[in-house]
């Protein structure tokens, strides 16, 4: 589901499904502790006993697990921004026009990625 929104609708460029697969099951994951936390459950792990909103601990924990979320978001959001930054006036973020005309497996190794995939010269002519 969050594939096709992400990916379809929002038209972001994520060819491995990293923020559907991880980002957004990890957001579901944290908030569901404040929705669906028994205590027995936390007890039984010497965890301090709370309970989720579904089961009568109000959204005191619903609270703690959206700040969490928060603050989780916020912290990626910045370093990753500062990282990009910093590549992007060192090194550079992006390939040679070149390299994304050829492909980056004939420019970075010297390797065709497909080569029984490419047009072969016989003496019968090209095949």
Request: hydrophobic share 50%; charged share 15%; no cysteine.
């Amino acid at each position: 589901f969050a594939v096709e929104i992400i990916d379809r609708k929002l038209k972001v460029d994520d060819p491995v499904g990293a923020i559907s697969v991880h980002a957004v099951n990890g957001i579901w994951g944290t908030i569901a502790v404040g929705l669906f936390a028994q205590a027995s459950f936390g007890e039984a792990n010497g965890v301090a006993a709370v309970n989720g909103l579904f089961f009568g601990g109000g959204v005191a924990q619903l609270g703690r697990q959206l700040l969490g979320v928060v603050s989780v978001l916020a912290w990626v959001g910045v370093t990753s921004a500062l990282l990009f930054l910093a590549l992007k006036k060192t090194v550079g973020i992006r390939v040679s026009e070149e390299g994304q005309k050829l492909g980056l497996d004939i420019t970075e190794h010297n390797l065709e990625a497909y080569p029984e995939f490419q047009p072969a010269i016989t003496e019968k002519g090209v095949i």
